[in-house]
């Protein structure tokens, strides 16, 4: 897994990121984002790029504090995303769990 090699790293390339894909609700316009690693117990890292391009970017951004009704856990994505929150959006990766 990507973010298991990075885990310990001090310097990321982000050239050196591959497969990754992103984990925003689906969108025409903006940058794509993909968790690379939890940096702390209230950050992680995530790669940025533009449409077209490979990982141009590594940033540490605050993750997402917001949880949904009835659930535990917060949203897996950054502080700030676009779109949806996690457990709204379908994963056409893992169609066996439906968005709530």
Do not use: K
């Not at 535990?72 to 968005?99: I, K, L, M, R």
């Amino acid at each position: 897994m990507t973010a298991t090699r990075y885990a310990n790293r001090q310097d990321i390339d982000p050239i050196e990121i591959q497969d990754v894909r992103c984990t925003l609700q689906a969108h025409r316009t903006g940058d794509h984002y993909a968790f690379v690693v939890g940096t702390t117990a209230t950050t992680s890292a995530w790669t940025r790029w533009s449409r077209g391009a490979g990982p141009q970017s590594v940033l540490v951004l605050p993750n997402c504090p917001i949880t949904g009704p009835g659930q535990d856990e917060t949203c897996s994505e950054y502080e700030f995303h676009h779109g949806a929150h996690t457990w709204q959006v379908d994963d056409p990766w893992n169609p066996e769990e439906p968005a709530q």
